[in-house]
């Protein structure tokens, strides 16, 4: 089965400095790796995606994520982290081959302090 | 990218009415939808996988007599909220693979449906 662990629910970075959102996963074959930002009483906003090759992933509004294979682990990551990046932010996973649902963690919610 | 547009964004019903939410893609086809619900402060919890032109698969739990899906045509699916009850308040999400991007899994999301049953 496919789970996605977000070990925090709460992350506050100072504007200008850089934020991490952690992300762990777990499935039986190879993933495909998603991020997702949600603001309030919105549907969800794709950031970015891990599908195969290079595992460093550049994404929308200046975020990236590092795909670890050996971790298990695609955390989610901005260099200089701005007030309008406060959201709440969510990876998913779905198993490679076949026509399967994503499944999302528990989220995140980023606040970014001026 | 691609457009999922859900309707409406916002309902208020009374107990015991039916409520019916609309999810469309607009510049894509999609075979297969996803219908979310959220609770406040948490996840997105899946509730049904929508097939185009067959029967909805329900994940355990969900009352499918409840939940009425409908996927009548490539580019809409819509979700029917029978009967509803306070504790059906919530926030539906659907969701929506490009049939030409089966492979790669990326899902575009409708903008959500607030359900307040009074």
């Known amino acids: 089965a496919q789970s996605v662990a977000q070990p925090e629910d709460q992350v506050n970075v100072a504007e200008g400095n850089p934020l991490t959102v952690k992300c762990t996963y777990s499935?039986?074959?190879?993933?495909?790796l998603f991020w997702y930002v949600q603001y309030p009483n919105r549907g969800l906003q794709f950031l970015l995606k891990?599908?195969?090759?290079?595992?460093l992933v550049k994404g929308s509004y200046g975020f990236e994520a590092e795909f670890n294979k050996s971790q298990t682990s695609f955390h989610l990551k901005k260099p200089s982290a701005l007030v309008s990046d406060s959201a709440l932010y969510f990876c998913?996973?779905?198993?490679?081959?076949?026509?399967?649902?994503?499944?999302f963690g528990k989220g995140t919610r980023l606040s970014v302090i001026a | 990218g691609a457009v999922v547009s859900q309707h409406p964004s916002r309902v208020i019903c009374k107990s015991g009415t039916s409520v019916k939410i609309e999810c469309r893609s607009l510049?894509?086809?999609?075979?297969?939808m996803f219908w979310y619900r959220q609770f406040p402060k948490q996840s997105l919890m899946l509730m049904a996988t929508s097939n185009e032109g067959s029967k909805a698969t329900y994940e355990q739990g969900v009352e499918k007599d409840k939940f009425l899906i409908n996927h009548a045509s490539l580019t809409l699916s819509t979700l029917t909220v029978t009967s509803a009850h306070p504790e059906d308040s919530s926030f539906y999400i659907c969701?929506?693979?490009?049939?030409?991007?089966?492979?790669?899994?990326?899902?575009?999301f409708g903008e959500g449906s607030r359900l307040t049953v009074l």
């Open positions: 969701s929506a693979r490009d049939l030409r991007q089966t492979n790669t899994g990326e899902l575009f």
């Open positions: 998913a996973v779905r198993d490679q081959g076949g026509n399967t649902p994503l499944v």
């Open positions: 499935v039986s074959g190879n993933p495909y």
């Open positions: 891990y599908i195969t090759g290079d595992n």
């Open positions: 510049d894509f086809q999609a075979t297969t």
